[in-house]
């Protein structure tokens, strides 16, 4: 998840930390950290190094403003029936702390309470 007071800020800011996320993911798939068969573990090497960003943003993670996260998050409890989820704020490693800050002060702040 990533929280900002922009959609374009929400869109630009995490781009490097997240391809370096699903990059890494490829990689630790192809070198056979990703447990099951070859052709399982090919196939998600395959789809891992494929995404382009805009399949990242739609399919993979929820960035977004407040707004936003609140109609992503709403959509996909009511779809799939979740009761909660669970926060990577920095999968790459290299966003900066007030940034992780900011997108925590987002989501706890905005975003939780207008899901309860």
Do not use: C, W
């Not at 196939?43 to 943003?57: F, T």
């Amino acid at each position: 998840m990533y929280a900002a007071p922009s959609d374009q800020a929400a869109r630009e800011e995490p781009y490097e930390n997240t391809m370096f996320f699903f990059r890494r993911q490829a990689e630790m798939a192809r070198g056979g950290v990703v447990g099951g068969t070859v052709e399982r573990r090919q196939s998600r090497v395959d789809k891992l190094a494929g995404l382009s960003y805009d399949e990242i943003l739609t399919k993979r993670v929820a960035f977004g403003t407040a707004s936003g996260l609140v109609e992503r998050l709403g959509r996909l409890r009511d779809d799939l029936g979740l009761n909660g989820v669970i926060a990577e704020l920095n999968p790459g490693g290299m966003l900066s702390m007030e940034q992780m800050r900011r997108t925590l002060r987002i989501l706890t702040h905005e975003v939780m309470p207008a899901l309860r």
